[in-house]
């Protein structure tokens, strides 16, 4: 089926404001997972879900950033009075188990590209 | 110290050329050893992927895990221009490849025609 998807593909901000990334992931895979990607750097990890619940998220930056996951699928990323330093490709991948229960491979989305000026 | 250290790049072959490609990490946690492959504008994609120190082969790729020296590497023979990418190390935790990955910076590699 259909990899994970993520909306909007690129997103212009200006500081202060709020806004809200989308991602929607592989059809049944239960565990979900944020990064954030600056130029010139890899992927670093954010929060990951099992099923609803947030397992981890010791990768937020500060309390400006939240993520929440209401019926297990779909995930929303929000980033309240984005700075200047939140710009960065945000990706989102998902598995199909979670920790724990197997060694499963995590597929990417494409990213959010966000900009704040 | 950084968890991860990559070489650093970018780095340009020509067409057929054997590239290597190396990444160090000092966190004993890690267990799982990958390698992505991201293309420009898109997400990674998992190339190759271990536990154990010795090589793993998969076609064209080989990858390296010397767990006592703390070094992983990824060998690509015959490259090919649609190699081009930049190319990611990744670990795990002791849960495999679905628990949170700590990534190198990324080195990019161009395969000249």
């Known amino acids: 089926g259909a990899g994970v998807s993520q909306t909007p593909s690129n997103k212009v901000t200006e500081k202060g404001k709020y806004v809200e990334l989308r991602c929607d992931p592989i059809?049944?895979?239960?565990?979900l997972y944020w990064y954030r990607q600056s130029l010139g750097q890899g992927p670093e990890f954010l929060i990951y879900?099992?099923?609803?619940?947030?397992?981890?998220d010791s990768g937020l930056p500060n309390d400006r950033f939240f993520a929440v996951r209401p019926e297990g699928s779909v995930s929303t990323l929000k980033i309240q009075r984005t700075e200047r330093g939140d710009s960065a490709v945000y990706l989102c991948a998902s598995s199909l188990t979670w920790v724990g229960q197997g060694a499963d491979e995590q597929f990417f989305g494409p990213g959010t590209r966000l900009t704040v000026l | 110290q950084k968890e991860v250290e990559q070489d650093p790049g970018p780095l340009s072959v020509p067409e057929g050329a054997i590239v290597s490609l190396n990444c160090t990490y000092s966190n004993s946690a890690f267990q799982y050893f990958m390698w992505y492959r991201q293309y420009s504008r898109k997400g990674p994609e998992l190339l190759m992927y271990?536990?154990?120190?010795g090589n793993k082969e998969d076609g064209r790729f080989t990858a390296q895990v010397d767990k006592s020296s703390k070094y992983i590497s990824l060998f690509i023979r015959d490259s090919q221009p649609s190699d081009s990418a930049t190319y990611l190390c990744a670990w795990g935790g002791d849960t495999g490849a679905n628990s949170k990955l700590t990534f190198g910076k990324g080195i990019t590699l161009s395969v000249r025609p």
């Open positions: 879900f099992q099923g609803t619940g947030a397992a981890d």
């Open positions: 059809s049944g895979h239960t565990a």
């Open positions: 271990t536990y154990s120190s």
